[in-house]
């Protein structure tokens, strides 16, 4: 096969065509070596990739800087049994019941910023599928509202690989692990700080290293979710009838998770040598499973490229699987079903007034979404 098609223009023909190439690859390349690394397309493959641990290793931080904290406590980065031990302790503070009770936060701050959208012309992302999840994830964990322009510079950083500035955040994180572990009050960087496994408590750097794998976790798949729910009410308006009239918030938004995960693709390192589809992946080599050629692939979704509401059985791998499943998966679809309810309720019609931009990967999410939308009656 061929290198990868274009990854610039991946609205219309450039995504449908992005596709089409996924799907020549799960037929004739299952596992393709480009660049020194081992791609994986098909959604068995991909699948076992990410659920087989002790085969491919997520341990990744020999390819950081060495300088690099985000690694120390960094669950995405981390095997069993240290995985295990840092999400007990995770489990233990981000509940069920904890994420629930955020919905009155995160419908009240989905109201207030769909109600400053200037009508003419916004940017989705930034100005609501961005400060959506920031403010409710900085909220949760018991972060200062003043810090937000802080966050967005690290988020940047970390999209860049920027180790000066995940260093700026880790150091400002320990300052605040030790403070709420002193003196803990009622938020999620209090519990992580205070809880224990086997009678043992995580370290005030594995702590600012989980609580800053949440700051910035925490708002990409959700940030991406909101975006790509809100384009297909842009560009389907029968799709868009049928989720005014009928109420179809929560399945628009999981099929828009299924279509377009937050993330194209996850690395992991091959432990040793490994086959998929009848290829030999050597040990120590990079493989990538592409979660967007696995949610697009029939054996796991029949007529996978139709956008259904009505999916009878909607399976895709856009939060992981086995260990690393995320955790904050629940959260990510609570703030999208919040942030589209609060756009149908102000907006009767949506309109895009200029190219969509997209991340590169490894995400390929929606970057910029310029909008105009029409009030009822108007």
């Known amino acids: 096969m061929a290198g990868f098609p274009a990854l610039t223009e991946l609205d219309g023909a450039g995504w449908s065509g992005l596709l089409r190439w996924l799907a020549d690859a799960r037929r004739d390349a299952p596992v393709l070596e480009l660049a020194g690394m081992h791609h994986v397309f098909r959604a068995e493959d991909v699948r076992t990739v990410l659920s087989d641990s002790e085969l491919f290793s997520s341990d990744r931080t020999r390819m950081m800087p060495p300088t690099a904290q985000l690694g120390r406590g960094n669950l995405t980065m981390m095997d069993p049994p240290d995985h295990t031990r840092m999400r007990r302790i995770v489990n233990q503070a981000f509940t069920p019941a904890s994420v629930g009770g955020l919905a009155p936060a995160i419908d009240e701050i989905a109201g207030e910023l769909v109600s400053g959208l200037t009508p003419e012309r916004f940017d989705l992302v930034r100005d609501l599928a961005y400060p959506l999840p920031i403010r409710v994830i900085s909220r949760f964990l018991g972060l200062p509202e003043e810090e937000h322009g802080r966050f967005r510079t690290w988020s940047v950083g970390f999209s860049r690989g920027d180790a000066a500035q995940m260093d700026a955040m880790h150091r400002y994180l320990v300052e605040v692990a030790a403070a709420k572990r002193a003196r803990p009050v009622r938020d999620l960087m209090s519990r992580l700080a205070t809880a224990e496994v086997d009678g043992a408590p995580a370290t005030v750097d594995e702590i600012a290293s989980l609580s800053g794998l949440i700051l910035l976790a925490g708002h990409v798949t959700t940030t991406s979710l909101i975006a790509a729910a809100v384009r297909e009410l842009c560009v389907r308006p029968e799709l868009a009838a049928e989720v005014r009239d009928h109420d179809r918030i929560e399945d628009l938004v999981l099929e828009a998770l299924r279509t377009r995960p937050a993330f194209a693709q996850v690395t992991r390192i091959a432990a040793g ?86 991340h590169p990967l490894p995400t390929l999410s929606i970057r910029r979404l310029v909008l105009a939308g029409q009030a009822y009656g108007a």
């Open 273 to 358: 040598d490994a086959t998929l589809s009848g290829v030999t992946v050597p040990a120590g080599a990079l493989v990538s499973a592409w979660i967007l050629s696995a949610n697009h692939d029939p054996r796991l979704n029949p007529d996978p490229e139709r956008f259904l509401l009505d999916r009878p059985a909607r399976r895709h791998l856009s939060f992981g699987h086995g260990v690393h499943y995320c955790l904050g998966g629940p959260l990510a679809q609570l703030e999208a079903v919040a942030a589209v309810r609060a756009v149908v309720r102000r907006f009767a019609r949506l309109t895009v007034l200029a190219p969509v931009e997209f």
